[in-house]
């Protein structure tokens, strides 16, 4: 098996794990707003939240560019220049 495929493999399965445990922690932030015992509680409880979910979205744009040159790399094709995901 090719090096740079068995990477990208590894790294799509750290990802998919990693964006497991973010959306069990967001969830837990938006169990914990639904019955806040204060003000203060709440907005914590939300923004945590908040950073959670653009955790999430950063990483699924990650997962789908390592998926995008994970196909690639099977292929036998260039993956083209190296970039970052923006979301």
Do not use: F, W
């Not at 790294?11 to 932030?29: G, H």
């Not at 639904?34 to 744009?61: F, I, N, W, Y």
Request: negative net charge; glycine residues 4%; contains cysteine.
């Amino acid at each position: 098996m090719n090096p740079n495929v068995r990477e990208l493999e590894e790294l799509l399965q750290t990802l998919v794990q990693i964006i497991s445990k973010e959306t069990q922690v967001r969830d837990l932030y938006r169990k914990a707003c639904v019955a806040p015992t204060s003000e203060m509680g709440r907005l914590l409880c939300e923004q945590l939240g908040a950073d959670e979910e653009a955790h999430l979205k950063k990483l699924h744009a990650a997962k789908r560019l390592v998926e995008q040159r994970l196909a690639e790399a099977r292929k036998g094709t260039s993956a083209g220049p190296d970039t970052a995901p923006d979301a």
